[in-house]
């Protein structure tokens, strides 16, 4: 069966930095599209950036541009979101997708392969 599993969440202060992980087992993300999807209590579920798997090309969305990089070790089959600058608006459960093709949309990510999530809080 098919698995990611993300890592890394945690309390961090406003200003701060944290480096989440999405590991893949038993699939190799090479011909995947990787997505970072966030969902805040009372909120709806937001697409934050993606990856693709066979060329690296990505996507931010806006609230996170320029503060949010997503990348990948192929040879670890792991997608990384390094997250800087955190506000307390980007508290939430920070989950992992994966679909086909290599490139992808956002939304076409969120109809694959999910994760189980990890929590990122951002409070002083």
């Known amino acids: 069966q098919v698995q990611l599993v993300e890592s890394g969440g945690g309390l961090v202060q406003p200003g701060g930095s944290l480096r989440l992980s999405c590991a893949a087992s038993?699939?190799?993300?090479?011909?995947?599209?990787i997505g970072w999807f966030r969902q805040a209590p009372g909120k709806e579920r937001e697409g934050v950036s993606c990856?693709?798997?066979?060329?690296?090309?990505?996507y931010y969305a806006d609230s996170v541009k320029g503060r949010f990089t997503i990348s990948m070790d192929n040879a670890k089959n792991t997608v990384f979101l390094q997250m800087n600058s955190l506000k307390p608006e980007d508290t939430a459960v920070y989950y992992c997708?994966?679909?086909?093709?290599?490139?992808?949309?956002?939304?076409?990510?969120?109809?694959?392969?999910w994760g189980q999530g990890t929590q990122v809080t951002v409070s002083s």
């Open positions: 997708a994966a679909n086909i093709p290599p490139w992808a949309t956002i939304e076409v990510v969120a109809k694959g392969v």
């Open positions: 038993r699939f190799t993300l090479d011909y995947y599209t």
């Open positions: 990856i693709s798997g066979d060329d690296g090309r990505t």
